[in-house]
């Protein structure tokens, strides 16, 4: 077992026999605890054929177990201890969370470890969740705002684990089998690629206690290691035209991921440019030429890769006059390092957006479980804090001259614009 402090919180981690982790997070005048079990199994470990298959098994994992018999009776069960239950799926990790007064962490661990080792994939419920996610996917398709990030990641990481959409396809839904979804459940959920993470009112041995209890069952198995993607190595285009108000895009261009010390300098680059109502990007295409409500960048770390993106909604008229614009504030950053205002401000608000998400103890629970799980290590307070401390303003120009390639650029857009406008407007 290993202590640590995290802020206020004291941190303890633990490994059980079956090779599954257990990190807590406890601090004193707490009331409420923040459970997860997250699971190294996403979209990023699929096949091809089988797109969608993780998202899949999430739903199904809360449609009954042999005790919790349907979805109603998990709801009713938590709702009964004044709880929330939910869970996501993302490229890496699937997670299922629940948070309860501390009383009741017993009867929540015991219902959220349920659903893990006891789901029944009922035939109609997988049925019924086929149609769901189907509508899911069709609901993501018609928001232009969202979409428009899936056909950059196809751009940056084309036909590839890491470029693919977690919901899946249509195509890969409709054909997977009651089979697939058992088969990938026993394959993917072994204790060697899940951490059970708890913060607040919580004491370590107890979490550990029903660990033991309800989960010491798993098969050890096989860890995973992490895709990292090889990136196309041109600039490239992908535009869904149709019509609409707006040209949505994005812009990405082949970063580094969580592992990478220069990953701090990164972070503020983004800040620096397109983070906050007092960004370049926000000033320049917001304030002075008044072309668009938000516009934003923003870092993407996939611990052995990422991408760095810059996102806007544009009406078409302007969109030339948006993208010189943009373009201008990159060369920039390019040609000088940031002023001593903008690193300060930079700093102060990654800094201080980090330790607000700090106070919850459902960030930290989660927190702790993505990091146990995906870097081997839970990052503290302090380190998090120095590494942003530590970057000086021509680091911040070092890295945008590594990451500004124009030559690598890649660009997605959905409305009225061809792709030869969007060649136009970007390379001239």
Avoid at 48 to 67: D, N
Avoid at 91 to 118: G, M, N, P
Avoid at 173 to 178: C, G, K
Wanted: charged share 30%; hydrophobic share 40%.
């Amino acid at each position: 077992m290993t202590e640590e402090n995290f802020g206020k919180f004291n941190v303890r981690k633990e490994c059980l026999a079956n090779g599954l982790r257990v990190v807590t997070a406890s601090y004193t005048g707490a009331q409420s605890v923040a459970l997860r079990i997250v699971t190294k199994t996403g979209s990023a470990f699929e096949e091809p054929s089988q797109q969608g298959i993780a998202h899949f098994v999430e739903h199904m994992l809360f449609q009954g177990t042999e005790r919790f018999r349907s979805f109603n009776d998990i709801g009713r069960t938590i709702e009964s201890l004044g709880g929330i239950i939910n869970g996501g799926t993302d490229r890496f990790k699937t997670t299922y969370w629940v948070k309860v007064l501390s009383e009741h962490c017993d009867q929540a661990f015991d219902l959220l470890s349920d659903l893990i080792v006891r789901s029944r994939f009922d035939p109609q419920d997988i049925e019924r969740e086929r149609s769901v996610i189907s509508e899911e996917i069709h609901r993501r398709h018609d928001r232009p705002d969202e979409l428009v990030g899936s056909l950059l990641l196809k751009a940056l990481w084309p036909d590839q684990p890491l470029g693919r959409e977690t919901l899946g396809r249509i195509e890969t839904i409709s054909v997977l089998s009651r089979d697939d979804l058992l088969s990938y459940l026993r394959r993917q959920y072994v204790a060697s690629d899940i951490v059970v993470s708890a913060a607040g009112a919580v004491r370590h041995e107890d979490i550990v206690a029903l660990a033991e209890r309800y989960l010491s069952g798993l098969p050890t198995g096989h860890s995973k290691p992490l895709p990292s993607g090889s990136f196309a190595p041109r600039r490239a285009i992908v535009v869904n035209r149709r019509s609409t108000a707006q040209v949505q895009f994005a812009i990405g261009f082949p970063a580094f991921g969580r592992d990478d010390p220069r990953i701090y300098a990164a972070r503020l680059l983004a800040a620096v440019l397109g983070r906050g109502i007092g960004s370049r990007l926000f000033l320049a295409v917001r304030q002075r030429l008044g072309l668009a409500y938000s516009i934003g960048a923003g870092l993407q770390d996939l611990i052995k890769t990422g991408a760095f993106d810059i996102g806007a909604g544009i009406k078409s008229a302007g969109l030339r006059d948006a993208v010189d614009a943009i373009l201008r504030e990159v060369a920039m950053l390019r040609a000088e390092a940031p002023g001593e205002e903008d690193v300060n401000r930079a700093k102060e608000m990654d800094k201080s957006r980090f330790l607000f998400m700090m106070e919850s103890d459902d960030a930290i629970a989660d927190r702790l479980g993505t990091q146990e799980l995906l870097l081997g290590r839970t990052i503290p307070m302090e380190e998090e804090i120095a590494g942003y401390d530590a970057v000086t303003a021509d680091e911040i120009r070092a890295v945008a001259q590594e990451l500004f390639d124009l030559d690598r650029i890649k660009i997605a857009a959905i409305g009225e614009v061809s792709e030869e406008e969007l060649e136009r407007a970007f390379v001239g």
